[in-house]
């Protein structure tokens, strides 16, 4: 006969582990919820803008770039549709796919342990119905990883910003030069410079906030403007080529640290030319090749 199952002993109060604090950034237990504490929320966000206190952003494409600028201490990581222009070679970002931004989306939250990290929504992968947004900005949370989707447009997208928002996915809006319209606008000019289209700007901005979004990307429109609608939102903005008064920056990061060498317009501030380091180093690694001073005995088994 099988012996009879004996209970469990309960461990003396004295062995026991000592419970764990109550904690704000998980509601159930689990390892990647243990490795991303602490991490950058909407909310963390929207309380910078009440202090006054400025953030910072870049894009990234990848797990080893997003682990350098998480370890940098960026507060959020866009993985941007520029993704077409800068790993794709593409012209323009209109080619990119929704597939193409949940491939990398998933890389750069593997190198990430703090860092927000929001999802563009690519063309083609939001404007045909609210249904269609709602279904493909889930696929960037529940497949990627994603904290929350960008999307570019104001009072054309309001509608699909208020279903994805009420569905529970954090929206960001983008508004003054939105790169997937870039046919329609015929050039890559300043937008917002006459008052029509400023005063248009501006009555989107709080439209998208009055619909659901947490923060708004303003990219390449006059200072001014960026500080009244910085001003008239109680969300965050996030300026690209849009001046100081925003409450964050952007950049897309291999224009940032130089690894571009075609396009400098005057909002890049090249923190580096790493171009010209990583061609020096690639040259030189070149030269030790053919002259088969690579690898020396120390460095082969
Ligand atoms: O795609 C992108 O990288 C962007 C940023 C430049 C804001 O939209």
Do not use: W
């Not at 582990?17 to 909310?43: N, W």
């Not at 954090?170 to 046919?183: A, D, E, F, K």
């Not at 571009?260 to 690639?282: G, I, K, S």
Request: aromatic content about 6%.
């Amino acid at each position: 006969m099988n012996e009879p199952i004996k209970p469990v002993t309960p461990l003396p109060s004295a062995m026991a582990p000592p419970p764990k604090a109550e904690s704000d950034t998980t509601l159930y237990g689990g390892a990647p919820a243990l490795r991303r504490t602490k991490h950058v929320t909407r909310q963390t966000l929207l309380e910078r803008k009440k202090r006054g206190e400025r953030f910072s952003c870049l894009t990234a494409y990848d797990a080893t770039m997003a682990q350098i600028f998480d370890e940098a201490g960026i507060d959020l990581l866009l993985v941007g549709d520029s993704v077409g222009n800068v790993v794709q070679g593409h012209e323009t970002t209109i080619p990119v796919t929704l597939d193409e931004i949940i491939y990398h989306t998933k890389a750069v939250m593997r190198g990430v342990s703090r860092a927000m990290v929001v999802a563009d929504m690519p063309f083609m992968s939001y404007q045909i119905s609210p249904e269609e947004a709602f279904r493909n900005a889930g696929r960037l949370m529940k497949e990627a990883g994603a904290s929350a989707v960008k999307l570019e447009g104001g009072r054309r997208v309001l509608e699909i910003v208020a279903h994805i928002s009420d569905s529970g996915i954090p929206v960001m809006g983008h508004l003054g030069l939105t790169p997937q319209s870039i046919h329609q606008f015929g050039s890559y000019r300043t937008r917002g410079t006459d008052k029509k289209e400023a005063e248009q700007i501006l009555r989107d901005a709080r439209d998208l906030e009055r619909a659901g979004c947490f923060a708004i990307v303003l990219e390449k429109i006059p200072a001014e403007l960026a500080r009244q609608i910085t001003a008239a939102l109680t969300i965050p903005t996030i300026g690209i080529g849009a001046g100081v008064h925003c409450d964050g920056q952007i950049l897309v990061y291999t224009d940032m640290l130089g690894i571009t060498n075609d396009f400098q317009p005057r909002f890049v501030r090249r923190y580096d030319v790493m171009r010209e380091r990583m061609l020096e180093a690639v040259g030189q690694y070149i030269n030790d090749v053919r002259g088969a001073t690579f690898p020396s005995e120390e460095e082969s088994y």
